[in-house]
């Protein structure tokens, strides 16, 4: 897929980086929408953290022990928009649920180990979080999520095998199961660590998060995370379509079928003049 300059609306290539933009009325052509943000996760250049010691880390005892039996992508998976909105709006900072800063084991693993910031909690009960109730699918995976995991990503997993194939159910639990479950969660870990340290900046050199070939093919297209950080909005979280991003193929494919509508894209004259503006001059992502 390419991009479709014609059907976005830019944002002015005058304004500053890193300002919070109000929330737009969107209007869909060809079915993609104006490239605005309406829910939180711009930016919010405004906070400051707190002068003075941190606070201790206090280990969560009842966590560690789920994610050494690795059920806690499990359990935790159901709030995990709202952690999502609050590491984009505080990027970097005590307010940030996995903050890169605190190095690769923190934001890798270790934020889901320990108790939160206070800043983290502070911040995320102010989240305007009314769109995401208001969304049947998301309340129905809220609703039955530890079913769903347990069915689809354990059962299923090692029953087709064991059925198609005649594997033996142990083979089906420990390979299919849990070892593809390990990898998957390592993979989609590595954008919240690998992907705000390592790769270039070509839109935005002022924030931390970077263009990683690796993570992008890892987590199947999660990777490009200067280019999502930067332009949150974007439904693709790439400039480049399809490459390394099979995520955007599936929800092409997906609006191809009549069951996703509204895709956000940024034009093409907005991510250069950002590019210009506010990029590493000699980088080139993807
Ligand atoms: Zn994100
Ligand atoms: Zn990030």
Redesign the pocket.
């Known amino acids: 897929m390419t991009e479709t300059p014609e059907t976005t609306r830019e944002h002015s290539a005058g304004q500053p980086p890193r300002q919070p933009k109000p929330p737009q009325p969107t209007a869909t052509n060809g079915g993609f929408a104006l490239a605005e943000s309406s829910v939180e996760?711009v930016f919010d250049s405004s906070y400051r953290e707190k002068d003075g010691p941190k606070p201790p880390v206090r280990l969560v005892w009842r966590n560690i022990v789920l994610m050494i039996l690795l059920h806690s992508g499990a359990v935790y998976g159901a709030v995990l928009i709202p952690d999502?909105r609050v590491?984009?709006k505080y990027s970097e900072t005590d307010a940030d649920p996995h903050n890169a800063l605190r190095g690769f084991f923190f934001s890798h693993i270790g934020w889901l180990l320990v108790r939160k910031h206070p800043d983290v909690l502070e911040k995320g009960r102010k989240l305007e979080l009314s769109d995401l109730r208001a969304d049947p699918v998301v309340m129905f995976q809220r609703r039955h999520y530890k079913m769903s995991v347990l069915l689809i990503c354990f059962l299923v997993p090692m029953l087709v095998p064991w059925y198609l194939w005649g594997e033996s159910l142990t083979v089906g639990y420990f390979l299919p199961g849990l070892l593809r479950y390990t990898v998957t969660l390592n993979s989609t870990w590595l954008?919240n660590s690998a992907a705000h340290m390592w790769g270039n900046r070509p839109y935005d050199q002022t924030i931390n998060p970077r263009e990683n070939r690796f993570v992008a093919f890892s987590a199947v297209g999660?990777g490009f995370?200067n280019y999502?950080?930067t332009f949150?909005f974007d439904y693709s979280?790439s400039e480049y379509g399809h490459k390394l991003n099979l995520t955007t193929a599936f929800i092409d494919l997906m609006f191809r079928l009549g069951l996703a509508s509204d895709r956000k894209k940024v034009s093409q004259a907005t991510i250069r003049a950002r590019a210009q503006r506010t990029g590493e001059a000699s980088n080139k992502s993807g």
């Open positions: 996760d999502h590491h984009h954008v999660e995370h999502h950080h949150p979280t």
